[in-house]
């Protein structure tokens, strides 16, 4: 399975997910700098965090106007997985592939730490690995990872077992709901504010990141290799 | 040419955090009467003049880029420039 890594300026977890991928996960895997107009022969795309375009205007805006951004919406209409970890989240819904917005900290604290989520849905590409109702010890790292939408939007992530993540325990940002991440209602784009990619390896203190990107590579498999 | 003053300002149903702590700081030096602080953005855009309607364009790219209307909202005055 080859995934393209989007980099943007002021990206800054790219090369964590492309490690991920390459070293932990054992899948092909390119930077694709957000000039390009084309994802053709990528089978899975990544939106890494960081502080594209120094976070002006909105977190995600400006990036959200870049080449890529075009192909990127031509590739999750087409099915293709898309997963967007922080700043890739507030790209995300910027750009309209998820609903809601990503809003400041309600205690304004730039929050840096692991905590702890709960895979409330597992019958997703990105989370078949896990139980349902596991509870995973995933890093965060950000200043706007508020989750907010309005009431009918809430019902309807709700209704559709849209929330793939929830904070257990403490809610370290006063997102809506506890939410820590959200999928499309087709299934196949995921935004997150924690950081699987930071948890990839035992060595850096944990590897409950890596079953997300593992799943993502099962399920591709099932649908595109014979055995 | 025209100047366009843009308000960028988050809506009634969204926290302000930052608007609380300025309330809280502000009431702290002596303001008690302050009730609310809502923090929010201004923008200056001086557009050539142009065939195209000028609301028209300005709340394409209000709507497009420079606001997220779902959280903010925004209002805007054209003057000469």
Not at chain 2, 37 to 57: F, P, W
Request: aromatic share 8%.
């Amino acid at each position: 399975m080859k995934f393209a890594v989007l980099v943007f300026p002021g990206s800054n977890c790219d090369i964590d997910m492309f490690h991920a991928i390459k070293d932990e996960l054992g899948e092909e895997v390119e930077y694709v700098w957000h000039t390009a107009t084309s994802l053709d022969g990528f089978d899975g795309a990544l939106v890494p965090g960081g502080f594209s375009y120094g976070d002006y205007l909105r977190c995600g805006a400006m990036a959200n106007q870049s080449n890529i951004m075009s192909a990127l919406k031509e590739f999750a209409a087409q099915g293709k997985p898309v997963l967007g970890v922080c700043n890739g989240f507030q790209i995300l819904t910027e750009a309209g592939l998820l609903p809601g917005a990503l809003i400041r900290n309600k205690n304004l604290k730039f929050m840096c730490r692991t905590v702890q989520l709960k895979v409330e849905n597992n019958r997703t590409l990105f989370t078949n690995g896990y139980e349902e109702g596991e509870v995973i010890n995933i890093p965060i790292a950000h200043g706007e990872g508020n989750y907010y939408c309005d009431d009918e939007t809430l019902a309807s992530l709700q209704a559709n077992n849209q929330i793939v993540f929830t904070y257990e325990g403490e809610n370290p940002n006063g997102s809506l709901a506890d939410i820590a991440g959200i999928i499309n209602k087709e299934g196949n784009v995921l935004g997150m504010m924690p950081h699987p990619e930071r948890a990839a390896n035992e060595i850096v203190g944990g590897a409950d990141g890596l079953k997300l990107f593992k799943s993502i590579v099962k399920q591709w498999r099932e649908q595109h290799v014979n055995n | 040419m025209k100047k366009v003053k843009i308000y960028v300002t988050l809506k009634e149903s969204i926290l302000d955090p930052q608007g609380s702590a300025v309330q809280g700081s502000l009431q702290k030096i002596g303001y008690g009467e302050v009730s609310d602080v809502r923090i929010g953005k201004y923008l200056e855009v001086t557009i050539e003049d142009t065939d195209r309607d000028i609301d028209t364009i300005v709340k394409e790219m209000c709507e497009k880029v420079l606001t997220n209307t779902v959280i903010e909202k925004y209002r805007y005055e054209v003057e000469e420039a």
